[in-house]
């Protein structure tokens, strides 16, 4: 039998997981996020928190803080374009449409343009609805300041943020129609289920070859992604479909081994937004799926 700290830990575990994934849009810096509130958490005596759920995401949340401040140096030398390191999902997180938008790639790279603390109160509140004094606590302010950080991210959030929330059916359809026309190779496919505006984005931090700035426009996507599927025919690559932070994705692979994860947005029916991740050390957490919760 486990002991109450590490009953209390393992039960809160999903969510804390989550927490500190959507403020860093790491999986990995996440889970070291994890490591170091356990590592204060056995340190707590139990008698003297009343709520432990609301204690672990304190926890978590000023753990997260500290390292999206160091992340936010290391990023300004990373080669190319960053973007959120893919993880895995189950068909659970698509379910919940609040929680896979908020960890969708899109809405990630939004949560980039804003500030730590900004960040950490929209994702608590926005996100796991936490009570504004329970966020103070977290972030070391006190209600009142919170509330005015946290009307002013929803408004940065919501001039930014995806378009309205998309059914499952819809982007479901959408996708298959995408990854038929990948398959296919066929340009005129290709520039019938992608927006005029999609934007395609490439990170390969610098070791794969990726594109270092956004295509732009369905005729250059198209064209870019044409060319793409000829090397993949030559290269004799598999591409195969997936769940990708709860949204659908085409996971390519080589020999076996994963190249390249190309998250898919979809919005009104079209393939608006395209996520190549091809940096090898962003791609550890493809191999199983990561539990999310709220």
Known sequence: MPDESTAAFVAHRNLLFTV?????????????????????????????VRDRRAYLVRITTRQALDRLRTLGRRKES??????????????????????????????????????????????????????????????????????????????????????????????REAFEAFRRATETGDLQRLLDVLAPDVVFLGDGGGVKQAVLRPVLGADRVARLLAVGLGTITARSMTLSPAEVNGHPALVLRQDGEIDTVLAVRVDNGLVSGLYAVRNPAKLSHMGRATALRR
Request: hydrophobic share 50%; aromatic share 6%.
């Open 78 to 171: 990373y080669v190319g374009q960053w973007l959120p390191e893919p993880v895995l999902t189950a068909p659970d997180v698509a379910e919940d449409v609040e929680l896979a938008e908020s960890v969708s790639m899109a809405m990630l790279l939004v949560l980039e343009t804003l500030g730590p603390t900004e960040r950490a109160v929209f994702v608590l509140r926005e996100v796991f609805g936490l009570e504004y004094d329970e966020i103070a606590e977290a972030v070391d302010k006190n209600a009142a300041a919170v509330r005015q950080i946290a009307h002013r991210a929803r408004a940065h959030v919501a001039a930014r943020r995806p378009r309205a929330l998309v059914s499952q059916e819809e982007t």
């Open 20 to 48: 500190a994934y959507e403020m860093l849009g790491s999986a990995a810096d996440a889970e070291d996020v994890l490591q170091e509130t356990w590592l204060r958490w056995v340190g707590v005596d139990l008698g003297e």
